[in-house]
């Protein structure tokens, strides 16, 4: 074995290790079912722990190229007849990937890459049978776990609808209360909103934020019943709605018969302690419809979101969009819900906010 392991390079020794490995499994100097050499012997001769050439085994494992049988050893299970071989592709071929700047909310990779492998092990080609319409099952009770125990929305999993994103669930918002031809907006806003709305014929009157919300001269003088408003952290003005302006908000809905739109944006990266209280969870009178989405909190990719109906809205909506397929692939549905439900989610929210506590201590 004659690897060597560049000590200076800014590549950790593990995974220098593993692509010499994976050269030599793919040249079959290891073919199929052939014995690689011990943990013990490739430490000594390239000069790294046992513990560098575990994490490297480790990775060659997760990839498909080995397997580890006890007592026995580490066999080489790839199989170039395996494989359909794929024309070279020139450099000036590949399309230029730029990078986008990162999110405060960007998820650990290898936690999600891990989670992906574990989802298709357990499922299999379960992945592939089509998504209920509102979401998968395994997903809207995670949802439900995680909401009741992080911020006291205690709701069943036939109030949740999953949606590819925020925008999506804007479109089915504007069907479901297209008798109500005027919307009220908070100005500024994230424009997309608006879009959204006037994009399917919706009047949007826009009512100017103050310090702690939407003024109430404005919420008086407006003629709309369906109020759309981002209480946490109104984008781009950073405004958050005050505990009273809260119920100011779900007093005026109840005055009108109307219905808030509570669009729960960035609230899980909230550096407080304790979680701002969310309209839904202290309303008593069923007038509010939450929307919150994953993709601030692990990537902007992650095109998924969900909404939660008041049960009051539940047949209104199954009778006139029941009939629409959800449009979050099963595969990444699964992903969430396994990440709801280890933990790893709620780990990672955790880690930041304890980065940013601690970036707002220092300056």
Known sequence: MNYHIDTRSSIPAYMQLYKLLVQDIIAEVYPYGSRLPSKRTIAE??????????????????????????????????????????????????????????????????????????????????????????????????????????????????????????????????????????????????????????????????????????????????????????????????????????????RWAKQRDGFIIEDNYDSELTVSKKPEDSLFSITTDSNVVYVNTFSKTIAPSMRIGYMILPEKLLEAFRDQLGFYSCTVPVFEQLVIAELLHNGDYERHINRIRRKKRKADFMS
Not at 69 to 76: I, Y
Not at 113 to 136: D, E, Q, W
Not at 137 to 150: F, G, K, V
Not at 151 to 160: E, T
């Open 45 to 250: 001769e390239t000069g790294v722990s046992v513990v560098t050439v575990e994490h490297a085994f480790a990775l060659l494992s997760e990839e498909g190229y080995i397997e580890t049988r006890q007592r026995s050893g580490c066999f080489v299970i790839y199989h170039k007849s395996d494989f359909h071989a794929a024309p070279a592709l020139q450099k000036d071929m590949l399309p230029e990937i730029r990078p986008q700047s990162s999110s405060v909310g960007d998820f650990p990779f290898s936690v999600f890459a891990r989670t992906m492998r574990k989802v298709l092990a357990h499922y299999g080609n379960r992945i592939f049978i089509k998504s209920p319409n509102s979401g998968c099952d395994e997903l809207r009770m995670e949802i439900c776990s995680y909401l009741a125990r992080s911020r006291g929305i205690h709701v069943k999993p036939s109030q949740i609808i999953v949606g590819s994103g925020a925008e999506y669930l804007y479109g089915l918002i504007g069907q479901l209360f297209r008798n109500r031809n005027k919307f009220a907006l908070e100005k500024p806003s994230y424009d997309k909103i608006r879009k959204v709305y006037e994009a399917m014929g919706i009047e949007c009157d826009m009512l100017t934020l103050t310090q702690d919300g939407i003024s109430s001269k404005e919420l008086g003088r407006t003629e709309a019943t369906i109020l759309h408003v981002t209480p946490f952290n109104s984008f781009p003005s950073g405004v958050t709605a005050s505990i009273s302006k809260k119920h100011e908000y779900l």
